[in-house]
């Protein structure tokens, strides 16, 4: 399977506690997004990447989240002091570089992300 | 304004009916909407996209009717089929912005 590929695909954890979720893009995008999705709802932007610079950050995106990807491969996502607003599915993203808009974000199958 | 609305929230159709599902939204910036498919479990995926030149695109069962100056879109799924069963959203993005933004998604049943 050559698709976006995240991990956990679940994971629960206790208030304040830190949590990090990894994504691992299609091998040829250069672009990697991060989402999160609540129950009943679209999926919301919270950053983006190219290659390894984060070029955009979502008013979404508190303090306690921290989204790396070094070298230009894999992105992690860090929740830092976790809260049960925190809870949700984390759908990373890549696409290829958009000559003009409409190159199509394939996303992978999310984290799903329970804070007790 | 960056909002996308959809409509219905939900969806009951019989198999091989029509199931339409419609969106309008605001920022005339807009200029790829996309829709995905959503199935429990598993991330959103493509299904079909339209920029605003057009006014219809069709792929399979599956057809985008566009109005710009009405600023709305719509999905149509001709003889739906339960496999069709899933959430479905469609989405908006500016051309140079990097988000897509979402609306809030409708789940359509399929009857058989």
């Known amino acids: 399977d050559t698709g976006v590929s995240q991990n956990p695909r679940h994971k629960i954890t206790k208030r304040g506690q830190n949590v990090t979720f990894r994504c691992d893009p299609i091998s040829e995008h250069n672009r990697l997004y991060w989402y999160r999705q609540t129950l009943g709802q679209g999926p919301e932007f919270l950053t983006y990447?190219?290659?390894?610079?984060?070029?955009?950050k979502s008013r979404l995106l508190s303090d306690r989240f921290s989204a790396e990807r070094p070298k230009g491969s894999f992105s992690t996502l860090e929740i830092q002091r976790t809260e049960q607003g925190d809870s949700a599915m984390y759908l990373c993203?890549?696409?290829?570089?958009?000559?003009?808009?409409?190159?199509?974000?394939?996303f992978g199958n999310g984290t799903r992300l329970t804070v007790t | 304004q960056q909002q996308v609305k959809q409509s219905p929230q939900s969806l009951i159709v019989q198999k091989g009916g029509i199931s339409i599902i419609n969106c309008a939204y605001e920022n005339t910036a807009f200029d790829y909407f996309p829709w995905y498919q959503q199935f429990p479990g598993k991330g959103p995926a493509l299904l079909i996209a339209?920029?605003?030149?057009?006014s219809e695109k069709k792929e399979g069962r599956f057809t985008i009717s566009f109005n710009k100056s009405a600023k709305q879109f719509s999905l149509h799924i001709m003889d739906s089929q339960p496999g069709d069963s899933a959430t479905y959203f469609c989405?908006?993005?500016?051309?140079?912005?990097?988000?897509?933004?979402f609306g809030q998604g409708t789940r359509l049943t399929i009857n058989p």
């Open positions: 989405a908006a993005i500016i051309q140079g912005a990097q988000k897509l933004v």
């Open positions: 993203a890549s696409s290829l570089p958009r000559a003009a808009a409409g190159s199509p974000l394939h």
């Open positions: 339209i920029r605003p030149d057009v």
């Open positions: 990447f190219q290659n390894e610079a984060q070029l955009e």
